[in-house]
């Protein structure tokens, strides 16, 4: 049996793990190590703040892009659709995407410091909340990662050169933008699998509830906002990052692809896994209750049934069974459906508004 100390030092050395590990994640580190690069050259000591790093950072691409630009580009340029230009804003929109990323996940971080964490009653479930943590900014997991996402890439890479090598989609000199993008994306990507885990492991915690109608904790209102505003977060990345497609001129199907493998899929396996957990939270609090209720019924029904009181207490008990067991099993209503069918019109959202030139001419 854990004691209230035991689980207030297991509960205090996870949210230490969330405060050391929210700037070690593989979105935040590209920045902080550009941080810590102007401290060690300046020698000044104060964090840099993140935004400046960020526009560091962004200046930095600049200049490696107008670098293999003077020493490719130049000599190549005409046989390509995507221009300088166009390969630089694309980059610079896939860093925009990766900050923003950082701070959707820091919101994530931040709710289950200070919310998830409180709530949860069991030093075990604590200890695996600590590992699903770990594996944020685990460095042996991200170079797993990494090397799966590379191989991903090359793959891709080499669809659109067999392809589409005709159309000018591929050449040399957009080698180094390319490879900017894919370790740009690969980072902003890294936590929607990790996400998809997350319900998974929440749904066997043992959280503190609101035995009477569960359905209604505080808890589990906050995980179901801490889980949507992720997936509102990433869908908005997502946009984005599609909308920007039209910069490079990508051809329609693979812009389709796209939407649909990045945009409509994740957010679907989300929506089932988050619905998936809140449900058995709320199922197992009332099966726990009700059991209760039911053994304390059939304590009363083995003594003396023709006892008055005992019969009153039965029929108390029968009808506060009836009430727990007639609450809610999920939190699913109206505006959380109303929500999952705005995440899945936003990918759409942003293919129409990438080749509204293209649909524009359909009409004509």
Not at 60 to 76: C, D, Q, V
Not at 160 to 167: L, M, N, P, R
């Amino acid at each position: 049996m854990t004691t209230d100390s035991e689980l207030n030092k297991k509960r205090l050395e996870v949210k230490n793990e969330i405060n050391e590990g929210i700037n070690k994640t593989p979105m935040a580190l590209p920045f902080n190590i550009t941080g810590r690069f102007v401290q060690k050259v300046t020698g000044y000591t104060k964090p840099l703040p993140f935004m400046f790093c960020v526009l560091l950072l962004a200046v930095i691409i600049l200049l490696i892009l107008g670098l293999n630009y003077l020493l490719l580009f130049r000599t190549a340029q005409a046989t390509t659709q995507i221009t300088p230009i166009s390969a630089a804003i694309v980059v610079e929109i896939m860093l925009g995407i990766m900050a923003a990323s950082h701070f959707n996940i820091k919101l994530v971080l931040s709710s289950i410091r200070d919310s998830v964490v409180d709530s949860i009653m069991s030093s075990e479930d604590l200890s695996k909340l600590y590992e699903w943590l770990s594996l944020g900014w685990s460095p042996s997991t991200i170079r797993r990662f990494f090397f799966w996402w590379i191989l991903f890439v090359v793959g891709v890479i080499t669809l659109v050169y067999v392809f589409f090598s005709q159309e000018g989609y591929f050449s040399v000199h957009l080698v180094i933008p390319t490879l900017l993008f894919a370790f740009l994306g690969g980072a902003s990507i890294y936590y929607a699998a990790l996400m998809l885990l997350l319900p998974a492991r929440l749904r066997t915690y043992n959280f503190k509830l609101y035995e009477n109608d569960p359905a209604h904790s505080e808890i589990v209102a906050d995980i179901s906002t801490m889980l949507n505003r992720f997936t509102y977060g990433y869908v908005f990345l997502i946009v984005i990052m599609q909308s920007s497609f039209v910069i490079g001129d990508l051809p329609l199907i693979a812009q389709i692809v796209f939407g649909i493998t990045s945009g409509w899929v994740p957010v679907i396996a989300q929506y089932l896994v988050n619905q998936s957990c809140i449900r058995t939270i709320i199922s197992r609090s009332k099966r726990k209750t009700l059991n209760r209720i039911q053994a304390e019924v059939k304590s009363l029904h083995e003594g003396d049934v023709k006892n008055k009181e005992n019969l009153e207490a039965i029929n108390r008990l029968m009808d506060y069974h009836e009430r727990i067991r007639a609450t809610p099993d999920s939190n699913l209503n109206m505006q959380s459906l109303g929500n999952f069918l705005n995440q899945l019109a936003l990918p759409l959202f942003g293919f129409l508004i990438g080749n509204i030139d293209t649909i524009i001419d359909l009409f004509r």
